[in-house]
């Protein structure tokens, strides 16, 4: 996206004022957050560049090897329609992880409560849409042989909907939540980095959650990106462990993340 006054100040409303502000490549803005050291890029204009001039300084992309990625599924892959509030409220869970608490429960109350999710994600499926720029971004990957894995917390029927439903090629392995432990435990991460017979910290997790994806990506050991498409993260009040090292408000800026701080490894030649 193109940098104008509107994007720079709602770029210094994400990081309260604690960001540098630094020229990449003199296309990119990269601010950094100094106390997370989290960034987030988007395009600079030559009017912008001469707004900020004086302020910035010039940086190297870091050059991170990247052989997989494992993306998220709904608000992220797709754009978000579950009403987890609302799932909260059916189901009876008030805090906590909805996941976890139910997995406390007896038999009978479990079998209920996986109903009633079951029945709001197929409800959502009827309105399941590509997030933008996702078949862009996955073309990109697949024309360098990054792998890539889908892993959520909906059923498995839901990735089979969503396989059925779109002209992509196959995430694999695409988990959801019958694998156990499921996410924010990063046994799913490992367990496709084993598949792929590489390590965690040569992949990616992307997803729209900071207390699962993130979490789970950063206890795997992984590299991580927040995707905040409706701007809803004040990075400066999330938990360490929640806080992810690459920051995106689009998938597109996913895409400029992995052009500029990452070497890509295909997998046809993992021995690099």
Same mark, same amino acid.
């Given at each position: 996206?193109?940098?104008s006054?509107?994007?720079?100040?709602?770029c210094?409303?994400?990081?309260?004022g604690?960001?540098s502000?630094?020229v990449?490549d003199?296309?990119?803005l990269?601010l950094t957050h100094a106390?997370?050291?989290t960034?987030?890029?988007?395009?600079?204009t030559t009017a912008s560049?001469a707004?900020?001039?004086?302020s910035m300084?010039?940086?190297?992309?870091?050059s991170?090897?990247?052989?997989?990625v494992?993306?998220d599924m709904?608000?992220?892959?797709?754009v978000p329609?579950?009403?987890?509030?609302?799932?909260?409220?059916?189901v009876g869970?008030e805090?906590?992880?909805i996941?976890?608490?139910?997995?406390?429960?007896?038999?009978?109350?479990q079998q209920?409560?996986?109903?009633?999710?079951?029945e709001?994600?197929?409800?959502?499926l009827? !309105? =399941?849409?590509?997030?933008?720029?996702?078949?862009?971004?996955c073309?990109? +990957?697949?024309?360098?042989?990054?792998?890539r894995? *889908?892993l959520t917390r909906n059923?498995?029927s839901s990735i089979?909907?969503?396989?059925q439903s779109?002209?992509l090629q196959a995430?694999?392995?695409?988990?959801?939540?019958e694998?156990e432990?499921?996410?924010p435990?990063?046994a799913?991460?490992?367990?496709?980095?084993?598949?792929w017979?590489?390590d965690p910290?040569?992949?990616v997790?992307v997803?729209?959650?900071?207390?699962?994806?993130?979490?789970a990506g950063?206890?795997?050991?992984?590299?991580?990106?927040?995707?905040?498409t409706?701007n809803?993260y004040d990075l400066? !009040? =999330?938990h360490?462990n929640h806080?992810?090292?690459f920051?995106?408000t689009? +998938?597109?800026?996913v895409?400029?993340i992995?052009? *500029?701080?990452?070497?890509l490894i295909s997998s046809n030649n993992?021995?690099?």
């Open positions: 996206m193109n940098i006054t509107r994007c720079l100040a709602l210094r409303k994400l990081f309260r604690e960001n502000i630094c990449l003199q296309n990119f990269v106390k997370f050291q960034y987030k890029l988007t395009t600079l560049r707004s900020v001039k004086g300084e010039s940086v190297k992309p870091l991170e090897p990247l052989k997989g494992i993306f709904d608000g992220t892959m797709t329609v579950l009403d987890f509030a609302e799932m909260r409220r059916r869970v805090s906590g992880d996941l976890q608490v139910i997995a406390t429960w007896p038999k009978e109350n209920v409560a996986h109903s009633v999710i079951a709001m994600e197929q409800e959502a009827q !309105k =399941l849409e590509l997030m933008p720029f996702l078949e862009e971004l073309s990109f +990957l697949d024309s360098n042989n990054i792998q894995a *889908l059923a498995q089979e909907y969503f396989h779109f002209p995430f694999a392995p695409a988990i959801g939540r694998f432990p499921p996410k435990h990063p799913a991460i490992l367990h496709i980095c084993e598949n017979n590489i910290k040569d992949c997790v997803g729209d959650s900071a207390k699962h994806d993130i979490l950063r206890n795997a050991g992984a590299k991580t990106i927040l995707l905040d409706e809803k400066r !009040k =999330l360490e806080v992810p090292h920051y995106a689009s +998938l597109q800026e895409h400029d992995f052009t *500029l701080h990452f070497r993992l021995s690099q």
